[in-house]
């Protein structure tokens, strides 16, 4: 449950330290997950921050994640990205995200771009493709919301991540001679694998991939008003679609693989929204 009182102080605290250091907000602010790192090489004039000097902001600790923030501009437009999330898995508590993308609705940004490595439930996107999330599942069923109060808690998830910005990146991907997938997420607790059944019954409910994160943050910022993107890097296949066996170092080694297009693409991506009202 979400510790309101305790971040009624974190916030506007970790708000100033961003203000007094990188001055107003970015618009576009783009969580990286495993694989895309890469993006952050192609940041002009960068200033980070690590998270430990941000009070609202959470201290995740899986292989992979560097935890900090970097400020910059990539062509014209002006970014923050966050290296590190925190997953449900490391703690069972959803809301571990729920400090820092309210610290950014609150310093001004408005669009939250978020970036994950998956598991395939398709064939035609084998590892290494790329996958815009239009919709997600969430199969354990759990809500960082539980225990707000008032109307505002029950929030519209219909077009979560935004029908005319998904337009857009597959417009920008066409021109880029770039295979963009497009599909719906499904979000499993983790932090083991699936097994093989529950990946027939994910790809029976309309699930095209699936990954241990990305929703919770998805309701989270639509709590707190941002708009919201989702790209996926297919790093496997899912349980039972493929003879390889399922580890952690698996998902990282192609993610590193694939790293480099993925974070072109999402540079590309970046830049390109200077163009669009967010």
């Not at 199969?139 to 857009?168: C, I, T, W």
């Not at 994910?202 to 707190?224: K, N, Q």
Request: hydrophobic share 45%.
């Amino acid at each position: 449950m979400i510790d309101n009182k305790k971040l009624d102080v974190a916030i506007p605290a970790s708000v100033d330290k961003l203000q007094s250091l990188f001055g107003n907000a970015p618009e576009v602010a783009v969580v990286l997950g495993s694989g895309w790192a890469g993006a952050v090489s192609h940041v002009q004039e960068p200033q980070s921050l690590p998270y430990t000097e941000l009070p609202a902001f959470p201290q995740p600790k899986v292989e992979g994640h560097v935890n900090e923030v970097v400020v910059g501009h990539i062509g014209g437009q002006r970014v923050i990205f966050l290296r590190g999330r925190a997953h449900t898995y490391e703690t069972g508590d959803c809301t571990g995200m729920a400090g820092a993308l309210r610290t950014l609705k609150t310093w001004g940004v408005k669009l939250l771009l978020q970036t994950n490595a998956s598991g395939s439930l398709r064939g035609h996107m084998p590892p290494g493709s790329l996958m815009l999330i239009a919709d997600h599942i969430n199969a354990p069923q759990r809500s960082p919301l539980v225990g707000e109060q008032g109307s505002h808690r029950f929030v519209d998830m219909v077009n979560a991540y935004d029908a005319d910005l998904r337009k857009h990146a597959l417009a920008l991907a066409k021109r880029e001679n770039l295979m963009l997938g497009e599909g719906v997420y499904c979000w499993a607790l983790g932090p083991q694998f699936e097994t093989a059944a529950e990946i027939r019954m994910f790809a029976a409910w309309g699930a095209d991939a699936v990954g241990m994160s990305t929703v919770p943050e998805t309701i989270l910022a639509r709590h707190a008003g941002l708009k919201v993107m989702g790209i996926a890097l297919m790093t496997n296949m899912a349980a039972g679609l493929s003879a390889e066996a399922l580890t952690h170092d698996l998902t990282l080694k192609q993610a590193q693989m694939s790293g480099e297009r993925a974070a072109g693409f999402l540079a590309a991506l970046v830049a390109s929204l200077k163009d669009v009202a967010l």
